[in-house]
């Protein structure tokens, strides 16, 4: 069985810091692109908030652009979002996704943890 297990979030006050970790396991055969996503209050639609390619790669939403920083460590399974200077507007459910290959049956598509309130105070 496939799992991807997150972890972290809670409450900060605006300009806080908080840090979240999602961990993948399972019979895995390769991990491609992992990331973060979140959903607002009221909304049902997951937006992209940060991806990291196996190579690293990063890719940001403009919203986020120098305050989050996504990072993996790949023996571990695990992709990371470091969430500095936050606002308000950061309230969000967070979703980690990571596309992977596993097995029996072979299969590739995108896998999703359980999600994580986050909630930013003014």
């Known amino acids: 069985q496939v799992q991807v297990v997150q972890s972290g979030g809670g409450l900060a006050q605006a300009g806080g810091s908080l840090q979240l970790s999602c961990v993948a396991s399972g019979r895995i055969d390769r991990i491609n692109d992992m990331g973060w996503y979140r959903q607002a209050p009221g909304t049902s639609q997951r937006e992209l908030v940060a991806?990291?390619?196996?190579?690293?790669?990063?890719n940001y939403a403009d919203s986020v652009k120098g305050r989050f920083t996504i990072s993996r460590d790949n023996a571990r399974s695990t992709v990371y979002l470091q969430m500095s200077s936050l606002k308000p507007e950061d309230t969000a459910v967070y979703y980690c996704a990571a596309e992977m290959l596993t097995s029996a049956p072979w299969t590739l598509r995108n896998y999703w943890g359980q999600g994580t309130q986050v909630t930013v105070s003014s």
């Open positions: 991806t990291v390619t196996s190579g690293g790669s990063t």
